[in-house]
């Protein structure tokens, strides 16, 4: 008798729409018409951290053009292989600050979770782009010793999903997290950090939200976006919906040179944001990772950045612009000279 094969669970669309994402860099820049010759230093940048874009994300890029801001975040580039001083692998010093594996207890009643190394699109500049993930993921060894953690620290009140892409993971697992969250008393807020709500819209489904409703914890999602043309139809209709689930929406941003270094395109994606239900929130000067030094802006031209953009919106629009020190115990605002 032929044993017959369980059958297999149809896929969502969204995990449908991550499988046939670009991870070949030739067919992703012929996606975008780019012409290119020798892409050695290209493929050893990729080596270095992966090189992965989703079709959504890729669709946002205008055609032809060599440095568009979406395509710029995204695709490797040799000066990644040039070593700077001053850039480090881990420039905030997180794995001096975790106490076990997979938790970074860095600010007073709160603590972050790497659960995943894996996110929709791999942003050039990451400060995490060398984090050891192999041994600081979601497994059964290191959440039951994050579950002992958190019961422990009566003083955590907030916990936030990080990683990576938290929303990068199926329901199950999530729902698993957020109901063991749930049933430990002091714990009160619920954040998750992930730019999957604009780089994998589909992601967002009724679904996910629902887990997000049904949990006594008081849900913030945390996205990130850097560039108006990052907000398409399909990336503000599902802002919205997470906003219409009364889940408080904030996008944080990365002032990066060649992609968002001038106050009218950050005006803009304020304006975006709001419409579309989010709240700008911070705005951050870039983490020296190693990798990284051709996002650098100087001081100079942040100050004057900033300027411009505080005379373009209303003060609840304007981003907090901070840095994050390795052992300042919160984000240290960055102040401003007219
Ligand atoms: S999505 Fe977030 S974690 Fe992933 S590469 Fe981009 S900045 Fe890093």
Redesign the pocket.
């Known amino acids: 008798m032929i044993a017959q094969k369980p059958p297999q669970k149809q896929k969502e669309q969204w995990q449908v729409d991550l499988a046939t994402s670009f991870s070949s860099l030739p067919a992703f820049l012929d996606y975008c018409e780019i012409n290119y010759d020798d892409l050695s230093q290209e493929y050893l940048a990729s080596k270095d951290f992966r090189f992965f874009v989703t079709k959504s994300w890729a669709s946002r890029i205008v055609k032809g053009k060599v440095n568009d801001p979406i395509l710029l975040q995204v695709l490797p580039q040799p000066n990644e292989l040039i070593q700077k001083p001053g850039y480090s692998l881990d420039p905030l010093s997180e794995q001096q600050q975790s106490p076990i594996a997979g938790l970074i207890h860095k600010y007073h009643g709160r603590v972050l979770l790497t659960l995943t190394g894996q996110?929709?699109?791999?942003?050039r500049y990451?400060f995490?782009?060398n984090f050891p993930y192999q041994e600081n993921q979601f497994n059964r060894a290191n959440w039951e010793n994050i579950i002992s953690y958190l019961k422990e620290n009566t003083d955590i009140y907030e916990v936030i999903l990080s990683?990576?892409?938290p929303l990068i993971m199926g329901d199950n697992i999530l729902t698993k997290i957020v109901s063991d969250l749930a049933a430990i008393p002091h714990i009160k807020y619920l954040r998750i950090h992930s730019?999957i709500p604009v780089?994998l819209p589909s992601r967002i489904t009724t679904s996910l939200i629902k887990i997000l409703k049904m949990t006594r914890l008081l849900p913030t999602i945390v996205i990130?976006s850097n560039h108006p043309q990052e907000l398409n139809n399909e990336v503000c209709e599902k802002l919205r919906s997470i906003k219409n689930a009364n889940i408080n929406l904030l996008n944080q941003t990365v002032m990066l040179k060649n992609i968002n270094d001038n106050g009218k395109i950050l005006a803009e994606l304020s304006h975006k944001l709001y419409q579309a239900g989010a709240m700008p929130y911070y705005i951050h000067r870039l983490d020296k990772v190693a990798g990284s030094s051709h996002f650098y802006l100087t001081p100079h031209q942040e100050n004057k950045i900033i300027t411009e953009l505080l005379s373009l919106l209303p003060g609840y629009l304007v981003p907090k612009f901070v840095e994050e020190n390795p052992n300042a115990k919160a984000k240290t605002p960055i102040p401003i000279k007219f």
């Open positions: 996110c929709a699109i791999y942003c990451c995490r782009r990683g990576g892409d730019r780089a990130h």
